[in-house]
């Protein structure tokens, strides 16, 4: 069975403050993606990524896969109450045409 | 719009009665998949389409669950003599196509709640 573990589960943290989020999953991945979800609303799309080694930069958020493309990591510099939602990761082997999906992250930035 | 859309965006019902859910994904999107999410959790898959093909139903709960979709776009969800624990949020999402490495464009999803 595929696993995509998420952590940690729950992160309060005041404004201002950096934080990073991991996504560990228990078999190769061919790509990952981390969505955002705020209450009311379906998750949105952040980033893919498909490369191991690969960084992307949005804004203050900066997405790692890890080298061997089992893990993945979010850093948020500076974190803002805008910031706050339900972060989610999700990815796959090549072979899947069904992402497998993290728990979530519940983040909230206390301004 | 062009985002997918979900309908009713709630429904209150009583335990016993059946409920249908709409999902209207983005025009020409091939992929279509239905999720239900639990209040603060992550996404629990329930079956997906491929056109109007659902190759995989391997996430429906019970029997009585079920889904169809028709010409390849609208598709409906239904839960039969709903019970209490069928209270959550159901979420659609459609993609151009059904691989791993494509985005999932979401809808804001049905809050479901059964009395």
């Known amino acids: 069975t595929q696993l995509l573990e998420q952590s940690p589960q729950f992160l309060s943290i005041q404004e201002g403050e950096n934080l990073t989020v991991y996504c560990n999953s228990s078999s190769v991945f061919s790509s990952l993606q981390w969505y955002r979800q705020e209450p009311g609303e379906g998750p949105v799309l952040l980033v893919t990524v498909v490369t191991g080694g690969e960084v992307k930069k949005l804004k203050r958020l900066t997405f790692q896969f890890g080298d061997a493309r089992k893990d993945s990591s979010l850093h948020i510099t500076a974190a803002q109450p805008g910031d706050t939602g339900l972060y989610l990761c999700?990815?796959?082997?090549?072979?899947?045409?069904?992402?497998?999906w993290g728990a979530g992250t519940k983040l909230i930035i206390k301004p | 719009g062009a985002g997918v859309s979900q309908s009713p965006s709630n429904k209150v019902t009583e335990k016993g009665k059946d409920v249908e859910l709409r999902c209207d994904p983005i025009s020409g999107h091939t992929a279509l998949y239905w999720y239900r999410q639990s209040l603060g959790q992550g996404l629990e898959f329930l079956i997906y389409?491929?056109?109007?093909?659902?190759?995989?139903k391997s996430g429906l709960p019970s029997d009585r669950f079920s889904a169809e979709r028709t010409g390849g776009s609208v598709s409906t969800l239904t839960i039969q003599r709903t019970q209490q624990e069928d209270s959550a949020v159901y979420l659609c999402?459609?993609?151009?196509?059904?691989?791993?490495?494509?985005?999932?464009?979401f809808g804001d999803g049905t809050r479901l709640s059964i009395l």
């Open positions: 389409f491929q056109g109007n093909s659902a190759p995989d």
């Open positions: 999700a990815g796959g082997p090549a072979s899947n045409y069904q992402l497998i």
């Open positions: 999402a459609s993609s151009l196509v059904g691989a791993i490495n494509q985005p999932q464009h």
